[in-house]
C-alpha cells in the first residue's frame, strides 16, 4: 500500500510539474503589443450603423448593411430590401442577418464585460489587440480580455452568430481573415513556417499561373470602410458552437460566412490564437464568464486530429490528488 500511495504522489508532482512547464511556454514567447484606440475613423451612416452617441472609434456598430452577398447589378428579392453597390447586395433599409437578408431589426448587447477562459490553459483568457490586430491569450487581469457580445438579428431563441467586440476598442470586432501571397507578386511564405493548419497551398492561382500561399488569420478587424470597402456581415461575424463533450458552457467560436470552417485556438508554446479546421480540442474550447444564456447547436465538425488531449492538466492534477486521498483514507 506504501508503493501504491508513492506512485501516485508522483503523479500528482508529475502532473504539476507539466501544468508549470505549460505555463513557462507560454510566458517565453515576447511580450505582447498593448492595444491603441484608433480615433477619427470615417462610417458611412448607410453601410454601418453606430450609436449616436460618442466618436465613431467609441462607439458599437447596430446596424451592418453590407450582406457580403455579390451581385451584377440587382439582388435578388430573398435577400429584402436591398441595392447592388460596388458588387455586393448592400441593405436599403434595415440590417443584415448572418444569412446575408435585409431584417428590420438591429444588433442586440446580450453580454458586456464577457471574459473567454481557455479550458486547456484556464489560466489564460482571450485578448484582443487593435495595435497588430493580433488575437492573442493574457491573464484574467488584462483589461483587454473584456468584450461585448452583440447578437446578429433573425435568430430567435437560439442564436449562434454575434459580433464579438474588445471592450476597449469597440469599432473593431474579432474575425477570422481570409490573406494569400502569391509568388509572382512577392516573396512566397513558406509553409513550414506557419502553422500547419493555417495554410493552404492549393488555392487558386494568379493572373499569371503562379500558385498563391492562403492563410486564415485569427485578427481583430476594423469595422469602419478602408479604401472605400466596407467590412460585410460575413467579415465582422463569429459563430459559436457548443464544444464537444462540452462542460462549464464551454464553446467554440469559428469564422462566419466563407470562413465558417475556421476554428480559433490556442496552442502550446505561442500568446498568439491561430486557427485550424477540425475540432480544435481544449485549446479550442473557450469558457465564457459569466455563462451565457443560450443553447448553441452542438459541434458536428471534422474531428479533432492534433493535438486533442482528453483532459486538461488542471483536471489531471486534480484527479491525482483525489486518488490520493482516496487511498490515504483506505490505509487510516
Known sequence: MSRLIATLATLVAF??????????????????????????????????????QGSSASRPPSCIQNTG?????????????????????????????????????????????????NARWPTYYLVASSMNDEIQVGDFQDPLARFNLYMLPGQGEHPQDFLLIPEGSPAHCVAVV????????????????????????????????????????????????????????????????????????????????DHVSKFLFSHEGSWRV?????????????IPEPPLPFKFPVYDGPP????????SVRNAVAGSGLLLALASALIA
Not at 508549470?20 to 484606440?37: C, G, I, N, V
Not at 470602410?225 to 463569429?238: D, G, H, I, K, L
Not at 491561430?274 to 473557450?286: E, F, I, K, N, Q
Open 304 to 311: 479533432c486530429e492534433h493535438a486533442c488531449p482528453s483532459l
Open 178 to 257: 481570409h490573406k494569400y501571397l502569391c509568388s509572382d507578386l512577392m516573396d512566397q511564405r513558406s509553409a513550414k513556417d506557419e502553422d500547419k493548419h493555417n495554410i493552404s497551398l492549393t488555392g487558386p492561382m494568379s493572373l499569371t499561373g503562379q500558385k498563391c500561399t492562403h492563410s486564415w488569420d485569427a485578427q481583430t478587424q476594423h469595422m469602419s470602410p478602408a479604401f472605400s470597402a466596407y467590412p460585410s456581415v460575413q467579415e465582422t461575424a463569429v459563430r459559436l458552437w457548443q464544444a464537444p463533450n462540452a462542460k462549464d458552457g464551454a464553446v467554440t467560436i469559428r469564422g462566419a460566412g
Open 274 to 286: 491561430r486557427t485550424r479546421s477540425d475540432d480544435p480540442g481544449l485549446g479550442g474550447y473557450w
Open 15 to 52: 502532473a504539476s510539474g507539466a501544468e508549470t512547464q505549460q505555463r513557462h511556454f507560454k510566458r517565453a514567447e515576447p511580450q505582447r503589443h498593448l492595444r491603441s484606440t484608433d480615433a477619427g475613423a470615417s462610417v458611412s451612416a448607410n453601410k454601418t450603423h453606430f450609436d449616436s
Open 69 to 117: 452577398v455579390s451581385c451584377d447589378g440587382k439582388c435578388d428579392a430573398i435577400r429584402g430590401a436591398t441595392e447592388c453597390s460596388n458588387g455586393k447586395c448592400v441593405c436599403s433599409t434595415g440590417c443584415s442577418s448572418s444569412a446575408g437578408i435585409c431584417i428590420q431589426q438591429e444588433n442586440v448587447l446580450v453580454a458586456s464585460g464577457l471574459r473567454l477562459q
